[in-house]
């Protein structure tokens, strides 16, 4: 179970946050984390309006306020939430201590800064209503909250609890914290569920004079401010649990959500001969070890590096100073001296360092590093805090290329000592700019407002109709005190269910209506209650899951009474993806039927889920039978018809639909094989219908995966169907060498497969980077065909590359040339020469075939190696996981 956010600001405009992080499985104590550097002098665990101890599901104790030392007035229990949503934890959010006049819980403490942590859960609490709460709290001369209502807070930020991660400072032996109702709305009240009190560091926020960005001077932060803890990510990792956190209970979020546009670099861990070292100026409590031992860099391309930043996008509140703390640590080789990797770093557009060279300022790799800089806001209500990196070309760096392990953002207190913000407005209901919208998450949000509207064939009528069910969502959802729609997106409140993005994880107990993926005909797509999809998954059982992916998990199930078996795709709330993803692939598969297109069923949006169901696929995803699996290998022969299948699936979608649609995501995931190992393309949540006669390209934001993306589309925003050729040739370079499409372990050269597959065909060893399985049995004739038609495919310009029909017509070729050679007795498989190393032959040719060479061809393959492994074989942990829907992140079948 989550406890914590990534605390956001009192106010932040149409976004989405990681606020909540999965902790270990199991009851871990706090103070027996392995991780902890650092050992509280003061930790206290208060579940406001019970009494006694109870424990959480981490195995942190709390104690009862009911006469507790803390808040010896009071007595009795307090009032109990009306109801429990599935994603709210018992504790502390189950009851709450209810205050209709000025209350102060007094804690004696040593002195010193100390993290104040408030949690909220906006319910009706007895016979008072959660939209009556408006309330302040200060904690001794600091304003933390100011006329705040937690249930306008949850219902715009769509999260079905909040947490608010503070640091004060303690004079004089004692921290009054003092809850006080608004006198300015009638019966209101304030309240709380949990209080949690850390001691931290003393310098853990006096960092040495940063730079007031925009300015030449430094910035001076008086001893004793508060902050309020905005953002909290590890940058290119995962979450990691407070319990994981070093001694100080935080939590750090993925930092994927606020990435802006589809420019995710790559991210990759530490060399296993690489630690993680802390010098004398870096405390080891500062950051966990699991930050610095993840990163995110550009990628390995310095052209494309040096035509975008690598950005962040962090909604704040406005008129307020903020502390961007930045984490850096060099964890890969080659990169071990200075001027390797210099970069730039900007902050609201402004140069806050230029040539940041972290060998420099951390002393070697594998050694800790951060940097703090200050950044002045202006205004009221909400606006983006811009985070971004780009190459230091006048440094003239060997790598063209930035890092960052880890960011925080702290808002720092006003000239009165406030912290305090307005309270969100409501989301207005208006169009958004896809082009402009950015990721968030929230790990406890609210579901989603189904308003399935919208899309690539609904047009301007379907925008409104979605406008019209989102309102109608948020209205029957106040009336109830609770369960918001999602709002995600630039500053203003603009509702998410209009492009698509969702971050939610609770159960909506309302039901959706008059949506329109429920006005598609039933004889193109079924509609399921969502009855009938617990029925089919018994519950949701883990036992069934198949794969999770970037929509959410992908269940196994069975319909009508068990006769057929189904792949059961829910939409998870935290996932990057949302309504636009799902009604597309409505769109797209309910009317497109193809033997080598996946076959969706229908679809559930009960209770405001998304749900799709498809065929079952027996044999899961092409990738999980290439690398990183332990099932055998497939034949060659049959990864050529693996391959043709694909083809024929996206020849349809270019040529043989009404209008051309183009994937936007082929890649090895989205390549499924059914119980006869027929591939089936799936996955239209990308998909886009292709230029009309009038024009040759569609302009669309960049989406897709790093390793399969058009460098042609990339660069100019101008997608056709030769991105889909482009992404269609990394997989026949994926098939033919059974490697990750990119993977940062390896030298800059080969990181890219298609870039690297590309230079040995052309310098004429491409047989040497092959997967090993395949040396000896592939026929010379169908290997230079295959190879050939890979090469034209990834080529730079999408003019230069063959149609699909091209495609498809080499590759069936490449199969006969292959039969052939089987049937003829020319392919001798497993043959090997002298020394042991496996050879191609073809010992009989067939003159007649103007393309099969008159005289024997003998291949002598090898192994390239770096560091003692194969290339060919190399994992990837270096891959980026992209916000693409339905991209399975850990396969394990369908």
Known sequence: MRRYQALPPILLCGSFFFLFLLLAVGKISAADSSNSTYNARDKIFLNCGASGQVTDTDGLNWTGDAGSKYAPSINGAGASASSQDSSVPQIPYMTARVFTSPYTYTFPLGPGGKFVRLYFYPSNYSSRAASDAFFSVTAGSNTLLQNFSAYLTANALNFNYLVREYSVNVSSGALNLTFTPSPDHPNSYAFVNGIEIVSIPDDIFNPVNPLLVGTSTSYTMEDGSATQTVYRLNVGGQAISPTQDSG??????????????????????????????????????????????????????????????????????????????????????????????????????????????????????????????????????????????????????????????????????????????????????????????????????????????????????????????????????????????????????????????????????????????????????????????????????????????????????????????????????????????????????????????????????????????????????????????????????????????????????????????????????????????????????????????????????????????????????????????????????????????????????????AEWALHCQKKGFLDQIIDPYLRGRIASQCFKKFAETAEKCVSDKGMERPSMGDVLWNLEFALQLQESAEESGSLMDGATSEEGTPLMIVRKNDPSDPLVESTTTTTTTTTMSMGGRSIASEDSDGLTPSAVFSQIMNPKGR
């Not at 209970?249 to 993680?276: E, L, Q």
């Not at 990169?335 to 040539?355: K, W």
């Not at 790799?365 to 190459?391: F, N, R």
């Not at 033997?595 to 405001?608: Q, T």
Request: glycine share 8%; with cysteine.
């Open 248 to 753: 100080l209970f935080r939590s750090w979020d993925d930092d994927t959500p606020y990435i802006y546009g589809a420019a995710f670099g790559v991210t990759y861990s530490n060399d296993p001969n690489v630690s993680i070292q802390y010098p004398a100026s870096v405390p080891e409590y500062i950051a966990p070890e699991d930050v610095y031992s993840t990163a995110r860099s550009m990628g390995p391309d310095a052209h494309i590096n040096l035509n975008y930043n690598l950005t962040w996008i962090l909604p704040v509140d406005a008129g307020f100073y903020y502390l961007v703390r930045l984490h850096f640590c060099e964890i890969q080789y080659p990169i071990t001296l200075p001027n390797q990797r210099v970069f730039n770093i900007y902050l609201n557009n402004l140069t806050a360092v230029e040539g940041a060279d972290v060998i420099a300022w951390s002393g070697g790799i594998g050694k800790a590093a951060y940097e703090d800089y200050v950044v002045i806001t202006s205004g009221t209500g909400s606006m983006d805090l811009w985070v971004a990196l780009h190459p230091d070309v006048a440094a003239k760096p060997e790598y063209y290329d930035a890092i960052l392990n880890g960011m925080e953002v702290f808002k720092l207190q006003n000239s009165n000592g406030s912290l305090a913000g307005p309270n969100p407005a409501p989301p207005p209901q208006q169009d958004v700019d896809p082009g402009k919208a950015f990721h968030r998450d929230n790990r406890k949000s609210k579901v989603r407002v189904p308003a399935i509207a919208g899309g690539v064939i609904g047009g301007a009528a379907l925008l409104v109709a979605a406008c019209c069910l989102f309102t109608m969502c948020r209205q029957k959802k106040k009336k109830r005190g609770k369960d918001a729609g999602p709002s995600d997106g630039p500053s203003g409140w603009l509702p998410l269910s209009l492009y698509g993005n969702s971050h939610s994880a609770a159960s909506v107990k309302t039901n959706t209506t008059g949506s329109y993926a429920s006005s598609l005909p039933s004889n193109l797509c079924r509609h399921f209650s969502f009855a009938e999809i617990e029925a089919a998954t018994n519950g949701f059982d883990e036992a069934l899951l198949l794969g999770v992916g970037g929509f959410g998990k992908v269940y196994r199930g069975e319909i009508d009474g068990g006769s057929t078996m189904v792949a059961i795709k829910r939409g998870n709330p935290m996932s990057e993806q949302g309504v636009h993803e799902f009604q597309t692939e409505i769109e797209m598969l309910s009317k497109l039927r193809h033997r080598h297109l996946v076959s969706l069923i229908g679809y559930c949006e009960e209770n405001c889920e998304m749900i799709l169901v498809y065929d079952y696929m027996a044999h899961g995803t092409l990738r999980e039978h290439l690398y990183k699996t332990p099932k055998p290998p497939l034949p060659w022969k049959q990864r050529l018809e693996i391959c043709i299948g694909a083809a024929r699936g996206l020849h349809y979608l270019h040529t043989g639909a009404k209008h051309t649609i183009i994937h936007r995501d082929v890649k090895t995931t989205n390549i499924l094989l059914d119980e006869k190992w027929v591939a089936k393309v799936s996955d239209f949540g990308l998909s886009k219908t292709g230029p009309t006669l009038d024009h040759t390209h569609v302009s669309t934001v960049v989406k897709g995966s790093f390793g399969y993306l058009d460098p042609e589309y990339f660069r100019r925003q101008q997608l056709t169907e030769k991105s889909d050729v482009y992404s269609f040739g990394v997989v026949l370079f994926e098939v033919l060498c059974a490697r990750p499409p990119l993977n940062s372990a390896l030298p800059k050269e080969q990181v890219s497969l």
